[in-house]
């Protein structure tokens, strides 16, 4: 089954709106882990304006020997007072999994993936320390692209589809051109050797057409829609139903 990993920085918006440590993102991983999903999600940000470092070490503790762990970031921001940078986080902590994201400083949330022809040659000493500290490294790509053998080359063992431009497409009932071009961008990353991965704006409503679209799928990353429909459900309902949708 394709395993569903929860995004938990609405959790901390939420918390560092008010300040103090209410909502808690620690017993949030808990009750998402007890409903069932495999994995835990979050992306720190040089603002710290959510994830901060440390919930990221609160919650490497927590899953350790539970759930996989995915850290996203953009390992070319540098790092600043309290953040250490993406890859030094990541040698704390040693996830499971570091997705790098070419997010910059000033973007509210990600919104396109790297290019991977122009990117690939920066990237190839970041994906190697990475491996180095024991994690897989996904790289976050868009819909429509449909090389990666330089990839492969410098050790990056999945991708993660962008598909914020297919929710929205979905929405608006004009859905089947973006769903074909996700679903020959992960054919063709899996024919180069890869696992696919997918995350932004998946939400109930639309999960299911993207997953039977995509064979093989290996893991969703899914948070604002899924805390957001967790405030009239309940958390653990909610994770339950994404797991039923991932069935």
């Given at each position: 089954?394709?395993?569903?990993?929860?995004?938990?920085?609405?959790?901390?918006?939420?918390?560092?709106?008010?300040?103090g440590?209410?909502?808690?993102?620690?017993?949030?991983?808990?009750?998402?882990?007890?409903a069932?999903?495999?994995?835990?999600?979050v992306?720190?940000?040089?603002?710290?304006?959510?994830?901060?470092?440390?919930?990221?070490?609160?919650?490497?503790?927590?899953?350790?020997?539970?759930?996989?762990?995915?850290?996203?970031?953009?390992?070319?921001?540098?790092?600043?007072?309290?953040?250490?940078?993406?890859?030094?986080?990541?040698?704390?902590?040693?996830?499971?999994?570091?997705?790098?994201?070419?997010?910059?400083?000033?973007?509210?949330?990600?919104?396109?993936?790297?290019?991977?022809?122009?990117?690939?040659?920066?990237?190839?000493?970041i994906v190697?320390?990475?491996?180095?500290i024991?994690?897989?490294?996904?790289?976050?790509?868009?819909?429509?692209?449909?090389?990666?053998d330089?990839?492969?080359?410098?050790?990056?063992?999945?991708?993660?589809?962008?598909?914020?431009?297919?929710?929205?497409?979905?929405?608006?009932?004009?859905?089947?051109?973006?769903?074909?071009?996700?679903?020959?961008?992960?054919?063709?990353?899996?024919?180069?050797?890869?696992?696919?991965?997918?995350?932004?704006?998946?939400?109930?409503?639309?999960?299911?057409?993207?997953?039977?679209?995509?064979?093989?799928?290996?893991?969703?990353?899914?948070?604002?829609?899924?805390?957001?429909?967790?405030?009239?459900?309940?958390?653990?309902?909610?994770?339950?139903?994404?797991?039923?949708?991932?069935?």
């Amino acid at each position: 089954m394709t395993l569903l990993s929860v995004n938990l920085n609405k959790i901390a918006v939420l918390r560092n709106s008010r300040g103090g440590t209410e909502p808690d993102i620690a017993r949030a991983a808990h009750t998402c882990i007890d409903a069932g999903c495999g994995g835990i999600t979050v992306h720190p940000r040089p603002d710290q304006r959510h994830v901060r470092p440390d919930d990221v070490r609160t919650l490497a503790a927590l899953l350790r020997g539970r759930v996989e762990y995915n850290i996203e970031g953009n390992p070319f921001a540098a790092a600043r007072d309290g953040y250490p940078g993406l890859i030094g986080l990541a040698r704390e902590v040693r996830p499971t999994q570091v997705t790098l994201v070419p997010d910059g400083d000033g973007q509210i949330t990600s919104d396109h993936g790297f290019d991977l022809q122009r990117d690939i040659e920066a990237l190839r000493p970041i994906v190697a320390e990475l491996r180095d500290i024991g994690c897989r490294v996904s790289l976050f790509v868009d819909a429509g692209t449909l090389e990666f053998d330089a990839a492969v080359a410098i050790g990056v063992e999945r991708v993660e589809i962008y598909t914020g431009p297919y929710a929205h497409a979905f929405a608006e009932g004009r859905v089947q051109a973006e769903l074909d071009r996700c679903a020959e961008t992960a054919r063709r990353a899996q024919h180069a050797g890869l696992a696919v991965n997918a995350g932004h704006d998946l939400s109930q409503a639309n999960l299911g057409t993207f997953k039977a679209a995509i064979p093989g799928l290996a893991e969703v990353s899914i948070g604002h829609a899924l805390i957001g429909e967790a405030l009239y459900e309940g958390l653990a309902t909610t994770v339950r139903n994404y797991l039923q949708i991932l069935r």
